[in-house]
């Protein structure tokens, strides 16, 4: 259902972003979604900080294995740089299901994701709450790391009350629309990675085709 990892981004690539958040010209957040009655953040409006800011967080994802084993991404949105001062938030909302991008073809918001950038204790407030049912689920992620979870939910941010709050977003279209059938692919590929060579080969083979023909039945090109 959600994927947290740790580790994301380099010191040195924190560090970047981290001083780009800083210096670079933010704009009021309703730019992207004028009619929300409950978006309070800013985000970065200078193209060249934008160019490169999503450039390293999106290889990050791109070259992160536990993104690409849970998430099985066919297109990603570029992420961008978000900023939440004191009385941001981001009310109870969810995400729209098709996204215009640059290359013409709309994107299925699948999955959503936040990449952290400051430390969670130099601001209070601002947690990702990801409403499931009636219960909730409530992140605050240390510098560097990323939560990726389903853009169907009702989720929110916390108001900030004190510091800044400094984000990367982005959105994934999977290969696998089916949050089930991603999830009970990536335990079949998991079980199969960690104990596949503990059995026969014989028998590994035979879950390998398994593997192959779910994967060719339930995703998209
Ligand atoms: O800032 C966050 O962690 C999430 C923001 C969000 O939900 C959105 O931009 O749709
Ligand atoms: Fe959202």
């Known amino acids: 259902m959600f994927l947290e990892i740790p580790e994301l981004l380099t010191a040195d690539e ?35 900080a934008y160019k490169r800011s999503s450039q390293i967080m999106f290889d990050a994802l791109r070259r992160s294995e536990e993104f690409n084993n849970w998430a099985f991404p066919k297109t990603m949105a570029q992420p961008w740089l978000t900023k939440y001062g004191v009385g941001g938030g981001y009310g109870a909302h969810t995400d729209v299901a098709f996204m215009q991008q640059p290359s013409g073809r709309p994107l299925r918001s699948d999955l959503s994701c936040t990449i952290y950038l400051t430390a969670p204790e130099s601001y209070d ?5 990801v409403n499931l049912g009636t219960s909730q689920v409530t992140i605050k992620g240390a510098a560097g790391s990323a939560i990726v979870y389903p853009s169907n939910t009702l989720h929110e941010v916390m108001p900030v009350t004190r510091g ?24 079949l590929n998991e079980v199969a990675a960690l104990e596949g060579l503990n059995m026969s080969w014989e028998n590994y083979t035979r879950l390998q085709r398994v593997q192959m023909c779910l994967l060719r039945n339930w995703a998209e090109n």
């Open 164 to 187: 800044e709050r400094l984000v990367g977003l982005t959105f994934i279209e999977s290969r696998i629309a089916s949050g089930e059938k991603r999830d009970l692919l990536y335990e």
């Open 14 to 48: 924190i560090a970047e972003l981290v001083h780009m958040g800083a210096t670079a010209k933010f704009v009021d957040g309703r730019a992207t979604n004028p009619h929300s009655k409950v978006k309070q953040n800013l985000i970065l409006a200078d193209p060249e």
């Open 125 to 129: 407030g601002g947690e990702l709450v």
